[in-house]
Structure formats: C-alpha cells, structure tokens
C-alpha cells in the first residue's frame, strides 16, 4: 500500500500541532458526545477505542455541491459534526461499523487491494455506510489499511442534505 504523503515514511497520518499555540479544550457538548460513543464502542466490540476524529459540518453558501466537479465555493462551518471513534485490528481485514441511531443498520465489509479500490460501494443502493466507505476508499489512498472498527455519531444524519 502507498505510504503517506503528508507524513514521508510513515505509515500513518500525523497530527499537526503547534507548540506555541495549544489546541483549545473540547467544548463540553462535544466532551459529553465523546464519552457517549466511547461507552457505546465499549458495550459493542467490548474495548476502548484507539482513537476520535471529528469534522466539522458545512454548508455552501451558494447552495450548490459544484465544488465535486472542481469549482469555487463559499462554504461555512456549522455547528453540526461527525464524531468517529476507531479501534484498529492489526489482524483482519474486516471492517465493522455502527452508528449510534439503531434506524442504520451496522454494516460489515472486507478491506480489499488498492487496484479494487479498498471496499465495495453499490451506487444502486442508497445506505447510510456508503457515505462511510467513501471516507475509507479516501484515508486508504494515503495509508496503509489496519482494519479499523467504528462508531459514527452524525449530526444531522446523512439524508438532511448537509455536507460534513
């Protein structure tokens, strides 16, 4: 699998911090989020996870995803976001993933090689994992795939029309 480009050498994405500038302390809605899916992931596969990331949502101003085929846009960050949280299986290569709404199903897929693009994606079927996969097929274009496990908290749920 292709190293990662931001991070020569490594095999993992890094994170950039600036020692002058500490990063500002989670907000307390997002700190009580954090710990709710850190006890669903717990109660699901049964250990911590290795790791959160959260995006912040967006909204184009234009009201147009016109940025997909390459042009501007005048995008603004909202107050909604995804929160993933991840635990890494160094010995599989299955992927299992759960959200926090019972209505989205979990999902389970096999991680394949980089010329079958990673994962399977059926546009025909329109589920919630797809958005997921995509994220997937995107982060193992830069790093080496180590089987992760998740839990997505979305807000707003991928149907209300929101980029994140």
Not at 30 to 40: D, E, P, Q, T, V
């Amino acid at each position: 699998f292709p190293r990662n480009r931001f991070s020569p050498g490594s095999d993992s994405l890094t994170t950039a911090t600036s020692r002058a500038v500490p990063p500002p302390p989670p907000r307390l809605e997002h700190s009580a989020r954090l710990n709710a899916i850190r006890k669903l992931f717990l109660e699901k596969y049964g250990r911590e996870p290795d790791f959160f990331a959260r995006s912040p949502g967006r909204v184009n101003l234009i009201g147009e995803h016109i940025d997909y085929c390459g042009f501007s846009v005048f995008p603004m960050a909202v107050d909604k976001d995804i929160i993933i949280a991840v635990g890494i299986d160094c010995n599989s290569r299955r992927v299992r993933v759960a959200n926090v709404d019972e209505k989205y199903a979990p999902v389970e897929f096999e991680l394949s090689s980089a010329a079958d693009g990673y994962c399977t994606i059926n546009a025909a079927v329109h589920e919630w994992s797809n958005y997921f996969k995509c994220g997937v097929r995107g982060i193992l274009e830069h790093i080496r795939p180590d089987a992760p496990r998740g839990m997505v908290w979305e807000d707003p749920q991928p149907d209300k029309g929101r980029a994140i």
